[in-house]
């Protein structure tokens, strides 16, 4: 049985710092995409950042260059480091993940995935 189990998540004030870690237990495929999504109140899931097997990453444009992906291959974690943190960052953190011979364009969109975490809050004030 799969399980995604995200923590990490925390309320710091605009500017600061925050890592969020998905541990993964159970297997799912030696070639998987996965990524971080994130909800706020009211709006929909978006795709944050995506890595593949082969440690090839992708960010959205509104957090290049302040958020970064990556994975420990061997205890199985996927992390976010996240800073310059903004108001506009706060929300609901996901990790996800599904079977596919790399990320491709369609990585931003919730639907294309099959596995879930159960979330993690980022708050940012400002």
């Known amino acids: 049985q799969v399980q995604l189990v995200e923590s990490g998540g925390g309320s710091v004030q605009a500017g600061g710092s925050l890592r969020l870690s998905c541990t993964q237990s159970?297997?799912?495929?030696?070639?998987?995409?996965m990524a971080w999504f994130r909800q706020a109140p009211g709006k929909e899931r978006e795709g944050v950042a995506s890595i593949d097997s082969a440690g090839t990453t992708k960010h959205a444009d509104s957090v290049k260059g302040r958020f970064t992906i990556s994975k420990d291959n061997v205890e199985n974690i996927l992390y976010l480091q996240m800073n310059s943190l903004e108001p506009a960052d706060t929300g609901m953190y996901y990790c996800a993940a599904t079977v596919s011979w790399g990320c491709g364009s369609w990585y931003r969109q919730s639907k294309f995935y099959n596995y879930w975490g159960q979330g993690t809050q980022v708050t940012v004030s400002s």
């Open positions: 159970g297997y799912i495929s030696s070639s998987i995409c």
